[in-house]
């Protein structure tokens, strides 16, 4: 028969009750591993149903719609009036009296011609659809990582409750143990009170966890529209994506030129220069084609011809419009225009700045959350060496009851800070890309492989 080492076997038995005491945390919530959801599930669920970014593609489509009604200006207008009016004539030569009534109808068009100011807001049209555009960018990029966010709050709400109850089992252990050692003498009741105190410090925390986990599970489902969301653990032993590029001035360059917030200055500056062309162009002339058909049918307005007398007129001919002086309005409007495109680009100066800080920060923040992970990992293993030393020596008498409990929650607390530190990682590499700009929603796959099937 094959003898395990003592340490291995508590270690398994550590994970058969963390495993047990998982599956109960899912019964107890109503929440079966069947039913269980992705990160892409959820995130595709969200997308359908959180109102803020609803409201973003309402947005777009609603500047889609806007630009259309600028490109209006570009297109032969044409109109349909009609009238008709009675009259009755009472003069004083009796063959002149009597009634009358006349009827027309008209049918006028114009083209432009040559209207630059027209040409300019159509061109501000379709730049604002892509600022719209951006915005809606943004906005589904902000949705990925508040997906995420929501995704990872609710598995660290579930590990803190797992590592909860798995310390208030190891304490209920720890206070059966002194108080059977207080009963035959080999203890103090000092130890006894100890354990009870830290088995309701326990209590308390395990009420906390189970509040915030509520609380967390609550946040994700009002996200996605959903009742009862249960999101897939990672898959253990978690094996974190290296970052890739490995230099902070790539991520920045690529932020120039990917992130929505630049493009969204960079397009607000060409609004403004293109207001300052048209501002321009309050000097220059107008020219539109234009034509009218009409068809009226009225009194002859001669003696010698009776009765109404229907006229059919055709017209076509050019309308020229040349502004010669405004009042200095149109001056003062270039300089306003001017002061507007100044204050747009440094906007966009602005936005270039804090867009390359924010992924700075980010790289950064990545980078220390990893060595983070790691360090956790090895305080995890040292904080199980520990224990198991300190159990140990309470046993031969060198350790005392404290030891090993303040040696419990030692543990447990850092399996908690490396379960949230590799959420904090996988989080950051997600907003590094959303700061940068590249973000989409195919990058929440290699996070989604990482969870359990």
Known sequence: MKHLHPSIGQARLRGHALSRLTAGICLALGVGAVHAQSLVELYEAA????????????????????????????????????????????????????????????????????????KIINDQGQRSVEVAKVQLQAAEQDLIVRTTQAYFDVLAAEDTLTFVKAQKTAVSEQLAAAKRNFEVGTSTITDSREAQARFDLTTAQEIAAENDLRVKKLALDQLVGQNGTAPKPLVAPVQLPPLSPADPQAWVSQSEILSPNVLQAQKGLEIAQLETQKAEAGHLPTLDLVGQYQIARGPSGFTTIPGNVRNNNATVGLQFNMPLFAGYAI???????????????????AAKRAVAQATRTAYFGVLSGQSQVKALEAAEASSQSALDANKLGYQVGVRINIDVLNAQSQLFQTKRDLALARYNVLIGELRLRQASGQLTADDLLPVNALLAR
């Open 47 to 118: 997308r359908g149903f959180d109102a803020t970014y609803l409201s973003a593609r309402s947005q777009f489509d609603a500047s889609v719609a806007r630009a259309e009604q600028a490109r209006a200006g570009l297109l032969p207008q044409v109109g349909l009036g009609a009238g008709a009016s009675w009259t009755n004539r009472d003069s004083s030569v009796a063959a002149l009296d009597g009634t009358s009534n006349s009827q027309n109808v008209t049918l006028s068009a114009s083209q432009p011609l040559y209207r630059p100011a027209n």
């Open 331 to 349: 001056q003062n409007r270039v300089k306003e225009t001017l002061s507007l495109e100044e204050k747009a680009r440094a906007d966009l100066e």
